[in-house]
């Protein structure tokens, strides 16, 4: 999936839609507009999958000119 620069992605799953909590599935990647992918270990089981955005917030206190 292509990810763009300034956000950030989470990738989540499900085992089952009636599940409450999606669980995340790895560390969050940085957008750096790059095509990612995720293989995640297969457990022999159908999963449902969620990717999260996030726009990164950036502090602009911590940059000095």
């Known amino acids: 999936f292509p990810i763009k ?22 560390a969050p990647i940085s957008g750096n507009g790059a095509m990612q992918s995720v293989n995640p270990a297969s457990t022999g089981n159908s999963r449902f999958y969620s990717l999260q955005i996030e726009q990164i917030q950036w502090d602009a206190s911590l940059f000095q000119l």
């Open 5 to 26: 620069v300034g956000f950030g992605n989470q990738m989540q799953y499900k085992d089952n839609l009636t599940d409450t909590n999606w669980p995340s599935l790895g």
